[in-house]
């Protein structure tokens, strides 16, 4: 079976400064990855997925994660937080071994971006 | 257009009593999922339904059941409830019922449930 795991629960970041969210996945077979956001009293919306077609992958919003095989990570950047960032941001890996139609969600990384 | 629509966004319950949340989409989708959101557990599949007539246990379906009512609808039912259950559930769907699993989720806005 397929899964993410996210480091940091929490993590905290100055206005303009780098954003860096890790997730770590784990599968047998080339995985699809994906980043969603989760906004105050919302549901939670697409940000970027990885799909093969090419390793590094741009989002919405500022947002790109890359996919590193060697190292099973697909961790998401962004060059300059704004406040606006604010969120939490769930890894998702789709799990395609078992012949259904599951994604797996990683625990979540809540972003704090300070004035 | 409204996407995913969730009723109602909040409800409190008494232990033992049952409830149905409401999920209806728009867009056409095949594939429709419940989740539960707890905090530093993320998202937990409860059930999915790959197509209208079709249902299957997620990771959490204990306590629960699924009724794809047509392809737009998909309801989730606490027949007893219990503390444990208190949660954020959110409806999402998807187009695709086959192994199209690079498509993206659309989410609902989420219902807030608390069992007392």
């Known amino acids: 079976a397929q899964s993410v795991t996210q480091l940091g629960s929490h993590v905290s970041v100055s206005e303009g400064a780098l954003v860096l969210l890790r997730c770590n996945y784990s599968?047998?077979?080339?995985?699809?990855l994906f980043w969603y956001v989760q906004y105050p009293n919302q549901g939670l919306q697409l940000l970027l997925k990885?799909?093969?077609?090419?390793?590094l992958v741009k989002g919405i919003n500022g947002f790109e994660a890359e996919f590193k095989k060697s190292e099973t990570s697909f961790h998401l950047t962004k060059p300059s937080a704004h406040m606006r960032d604010a969120a939490e941001y769930f890894c998702?890996?789709?799990?395609?071994?078992?012949?259904?139609?599951?994604?797996?969600f990683g625990t979540g990384t809540r972003l704090k971006v300070l004035a | 257009n409204a996407g995913v629509t969730q009723t109602p966004k909040f409800q409190v319950l008494k232990t033992g009593q049952s409830m149905t949340l409401q999920c209806a989409q728009d867009?056409?989708?095949?594939?429709m999922y419940w989740y539960r959101q707890d905090p530093g557990m993320g998202l937990r599949l409860i059930y999915y339904?790959?197509?209208?007539?079709?249902?299957d246990k997620g990771e959490v379906p204990n306590g629960y059941n699924v009724s794809r009512l047509n392809k737009r609808e998909f309801s989730l039912r606490l027949e007893s409830a219990a503390p444990s259950q208190t949660s954020v559930y959110f409806c999402?769907?998807?187009?695709?019922?086959?192994?199209?699993?690079?498509?993206?989720?659309?989410f609902g806005s989420g219902t807030q449930l608390s069992v007392l």
């Open positions: 999402a769907s998807k187009i695709g019922r086959t192994l199209s699993t690079n498509e993206k989720l659309f």
């Open positions: 599968s047998s077979v080339p995985p699809y």
């Open positions: 990885y799909t093969s077609a090419a390793t």
């Open positions: 998702a890996v789709s799990d395609a071994t078992s012949g259904t139609y599951k994604y797996i």
């Open positions: 867009m056409n989708h095949n594939s």
């Open positions: 339904s790959a197509s209208e007539g079709t249902t």
